[in-house]
Nanobody, 126 residues
Framework: QVQLVESGGGLVQPGGSLRLSCAAS????????IGWFRQAPGKEREGVSC????????YYTASVKGRFTISRDNARNTVYLQMNSLKSEDTAVYYC???????????????????WGQGTQVTVSS
């Protein structure tokens, strides 16, 4: 069956780093765009970053540009989100999602994502 499993979350001090992983199984990973989303308490879920299926085109929301880097390893069916210079406002549950979207770009709406993981908590606090 389809599975997306996030890992790598935790508690980190402001300015610190974490690397999230999203391990996929049960579908043809290389044909799917993979997105990272987050939801903070009392807030709506927002898109953070995405990497396309074709040529690995990437997208970042403005608040994380220059601090977060998304990458994929198709041989390991895994997408990574390297998060540096973390801020308290990055605190949220982070989810990865997969979209059957064989394109150089990423889906424009989260409704286009087919599969979702269960999430991993990231807490940035001193």
């Amino acid at each position: 069956q389809v599975q997306l499993v996030e890992s790598g979350g935790g508690l980190v001090q402001p300015g610190g780093s974490l690397r999230l992983s999203c391990a996929a199984s049960g579908f043809t990973f290389e044909y799917y765009a993979i997105g990272w989303f987050r939801q903070a308490p009392g807030k709506e879920r927002e898109g953070v970053s995405c990497i396309s299926s074709s040529d690995g085109g990437t997208y970042y929301t403005a608040s994380v540009k220059g601090r977060f880097t998304i990458s994929r390893d198709n041989a390991r069916n895994t997408v990574y989100l390297q998060m540096n210079s973390l801020k308290s406002e990055d605190t949220a549950v982070y989810y990865c999602a997969a979209a059957d979207f064989d394109s150089v770009s990423c889906p424009s709406d989260e409704s286009q994502y087919d599969y979702w993981g269960q999430g991993t908590q990231v807490t940035v606090s001193s």
